[in-house]
């Protein structure tokens, strides 16, 4: 079965880093669009930021852009989520999923969804 498999989250003071992986479970990530998603308590789920399959384009939120970087290696089929100067409310459940190449951040059409990673960030 399809699935994508999030890890690297955790507890983290304001202010610090997490590095976020995204693999595929049962396929490859190549030639995929690979976008970032999450889930506050009590919020609605949002796309933080996406990546293209090959050509390097990237898209992020409003709210994390110059905090987060995305990048893929393709070679080792994993895409990464690069987090500083992280926020208390940047606290949320992180998933990744296939997105379409014409729109990032369009949940509806996005595939292959993880179990999310948490990442909690407080003092």
């Known amino acids: 079965q399809r699935h994508l498999v999030e890890s690297g989250g955790g507890l983290v003071q304001p202010g610090g880093s997490l590095r976020l992986s995204c693999a595929a479970s049962?396929?490859?990530?190549?030639?995929?669009?690979v976008g970032w998603f999450r889930q506050a308590p009590g919020k609605e789920r949002e796309a933080v930021s996406g990546i293209s399959s090959s050509d390097g384009s990237t898209y992020y939120a409003d709210s994390v852009k110059g905090r987060f970087t995305i990048s893929r290696d393709n070679t080792k089929g994993r895409v990464f989520l690069q987090m500083n100067g992280l926020k208390p409310e940047d606290t949320a459940v992180y998933y990744c999923?296939?997105?379409?190449?014409?729109?990032?951040?369009?949940?509806?059409?996005?595939?292959?969804w993880g179990q999310g990673t948490q990442v909690t960030v407080s003092s």
């Open positions: 049962g396929f490859t990530l190549d030639g995929y669009a």
């Open positions: 999923a296939v997105v379409s190449p014409m729109d990032y951040s369009d949940q509806q059409h996005a595939d292959y």
